[in-house]
C-alpha cells in the first residue's frame, strides 16, 4: 500500500513538472551539435570581427541579452520592431538612445540562417553572443545552455515595468532583481559588465549635479567637461575611466573611491547591503569572473520559451 501511495505520489509529481509552461529540462549545451554543428563557430566568427570593428560593441551585445532576459524571459522580444499589433521594447524608456547592436545581431542570424535555414533561435544568438563578446575582449567564457525559442510579440510597456532605472535607489535594484530569481550578489556581479561599455550624458547628469556627496571631486569635475548642465544628452562617457576597454574588475575599485558613473552603479557601494560584495570583487577578481558567469547562467534561465512554445524566427526584427 505504501510503495503505491509513493509511486502515484511520483507520477503526479512528474505530470506537474512536464506540464510547467516553461521547462529548462529541453536546454542543453548540445541543442545544435546535429541539427547545426557550425552554429557557435559561425557565431563566434561574427561577433568577433564585429567587436574588431568597435570595441564597445561587446557591452553592447551584453546589455541586448540582460535587456531582453528581464521583460517576459530569454525570448528575443527585445529585437522585434514595433508592428500594427504592438508596440515593441526598443522606445521604452530604459532602452531609447540605449541598446545598440541589432545590426551584429542581424549578420549573426543571416550567417546562420544560410547554413542552417529555420534551426537557431534568435534568443540562442543573443546568449551566446553575449558569451563570445565578453570573450572578445578579454572576460570570462561559460558553456551557454541552448534550446531557447523566440516570442512572437513584444510590449513596451513590460519593458518599462521590469527593466532597472539608472537612477534607481539600491532597494529598487534589490528587488528588480529578485523579482527575477536572481540575488543580491548576481546583482553586483552583473552588475560588473559595467567594466567595459559607455554611457550617454543624459544618464548621468543628474548624478554630476545634484547634492549627492557619494561622488569623488576631482571625478565630478572630469566628467562635468564632457556632460553640460544643459545639451550634450547624447555625449558619451565610459563607464569605467580607468580601463573602458578590457573586463576586469577596476570597475568595483572605482565603485570604492566614489568614481561610479551612473546612480545605480554607486549606490552598490554606499554604505548599503552590497557593500561587502564590491569590495569582494575589487579584491579577488577571480571570484568576481565566476559569480559572473554563475549569474549569467542563472540570468538565461529566465522565463523561458521552449519545446513547442513560440518560434524559431527567420529574421531577428519581425516574427514569422
Not at 509529481?13 to 559561425?42: D, G, Q, R, W
Not at 543573443?126 to 551557454?144: E, N, Q, Y
Not at 573602458?244 to 574588475?249: E, L, R
Not at 551612473?262 to 565566476?290: I, M, P, W
Request: with cysteine.
Amino acid at each position: 500500500m505504501v510503495s503505491m501511495i509513493r509511486l502515484t505520489t511520483i507520477i503526479t509529481m512528474f505530470m506537474v513538472i512536464s506540464n510547467m509552461p516553461y521547462s529548462h529540462a529541453e536546454l542543453s549545451t548540445a541543442f545544435y551539435a546535429k541539427s547545426c554543428p557550425t552554429a557557435l563557430s559561425t557565431i563566434k566568427s561574427a561577433v568577433g570581427s564585429a567587436v574588431s570593428r568597435e570595441r564597445r560593441m561587446a557591452a553592447s551585445l551584453l546589455r541586448l541579452h540582460f535587456h531582453d532576459c528581464f521583460v517576459q524571459g530569454c525570448d528575443a522580444s527585445v529585437l522585434l520592431d514595433d508592428t500594427p499589433s504592438f508596440t515593441g521594447e526598443k522606445t521604452a524608456f530604459q532602452n531609447a538612445q540605449s541598446i545598440r547592436g541589432f545590426e551584429v545581431i542581424d549578420d549573426v542570424k543571416s550567417r546562420v540562417e544560410k547554413i542552417c535555414p529555420g534551426v537557431v533561435s534568435c534568443a540562442d544568438i543573443l546568449a551566446v553572443a553575449a558569451r563570445d563578446a565578453s570573450v572578445a575582449v578579454s572576460g570570462p567564457t561559460w558553456k551557454v545552455k541552448l534550446g531557447r525559442r523566440d516570442s512572437t510579440s513584444a510590449s513596451k510597456t513590460k519593458a518599462e515595468q521590469n527593466l532597472p532605472l539608472v537612477t534607481g535607489s539600491l532597494e529598487h535594484l534589490l528587488s528588480n532583481f529578485r523579482n527575477k530569481g536572481l540575488n543580491d550578489r548576481d546583482l553586483v556581479a552583473l552588475s560588473g559588465a559595467h567594466t567595459i561599455g559607455q554611457a550617454a550624458c543624459v544618464t548621468f547628469r543628474g548624478r554630476l549635479y545634484n547634492n549627492d556627496t557619494n561622488i569623488d571631486a576631482g571625478f565630478r569635475s572630469n566628467r562635468r567637461r564632457g556632460c553640460p548642465i544643459t545639451g550634450g544628452d547624447g555625449n558619451l562617457a565610459p563607464l569605467d575611466l580607468v580601463t573602458p576597454n578590457s573586463f576586469d574588475n577596476t570597475y568595483f575599485k572605482n565603485l570604492i573611491q566614489k568614481k561610479g558613473l551612473l546612480h545605480s552603479d554607486q549606490v552598490l557601494f554606499s554604505g548599503g547591503s552590497t557593500d561587502n560584495l564590491v569590495a569582494e570583487y575589487s579584491k579577488n577578481r577571480a571570484a568576481f569572473n565566476s559569480d559572473f558567469i554563475a549569474a549569467m547562467v542563472k540570468m538565461g534561465d529566465i522565463e523561458l520559451l521552449t519545446g513547442s512554445s513560440g518560434q524559431i524566427r527567420k529574421t531577428c526584427r519581425v516574427p514569422n
